[in-house]
């Protein structure tokens, strides 16, 4: 759990400043930070997507089955209904609450390196790529929260209670450790993180919620084939 522990602080560390100096900082650099991430989302998303251009067919095909079934199971809502209970209980009255709550969870957990790592920090006590990974979030953090507000801070519960109950299930999920599985996660995660990159970037409303079952597409499919 040490590495899913550290993520979580670097979340909230990085809010936390973000919070700080975002209300000092001018509207324009505020823009500017936020296409920034988004740019570098994007490319990242992108490398992991073309990572392995064989499967990148089949990362379509789960994509598209993933949709269906979150459009069906409507997650993206019920994400955003979960940010708005969040933000009724602790009486908290940022308009765009929601929105950076939903928006940094997504970012944080949508990806190869929150499976994997969450998995090698359970199953042979490797931090490092969690550590890499709080690293990044940290740095994220400060200015999504900057931009979208104290929504950012609370989805360091979500880091926590996934990626924590990742590493606690990794002794019966030893098999997601295969090499076939991690591409194809890899793959459809790149994707993922691709529209991420895109709503950051305003430049369209991907429902990245909605797509978040093609990844267990994803592993399913790589087991069977």
Known sequence: MLGTLVNTATVIVGSSIGLTI???LPARLKVTLMKSLGLATVVIGL????????????AIGCLLLGGI?????????????LGDWLKQRLRIGAGNFT???VTATLLYLTGAMTLVGSIRDGAVGD?????????????????LASSLGVGVLFSALSVLLVQGGITLLAAQLL?????????????????????????LLEL???PVGNLLPALFCAIIGALVL
């Open 22 to 24: 975002g209300p000092r």
């Open 47 to 58: 490398n992991m997507a073309l990572a392995d251009r064989q499967g990148l067919l089949t």
């Open 69 to 81: 079934l979150g459009e069906l199971l409507d997650i993206e809502q019920r994400l955003n209904r």
């Open 99 to 101: 929105e950076g709550f």
């Open 127 to 143: 931090h490092s790529i969690l550590f890499l990974k709080a690293l990044l979030d940290g740095v994220a953090s400060i200015a």
């Open 175 to 199: 098999f997601l450790s295969e090499p076939a599985v991690l591409n194809a996660v890899d793959t459809t995660g790149g994707i993922l993180i691709l529209g991420i990159g895109i709503n």
């Open 204 to 206: 369209g409303h991907v």
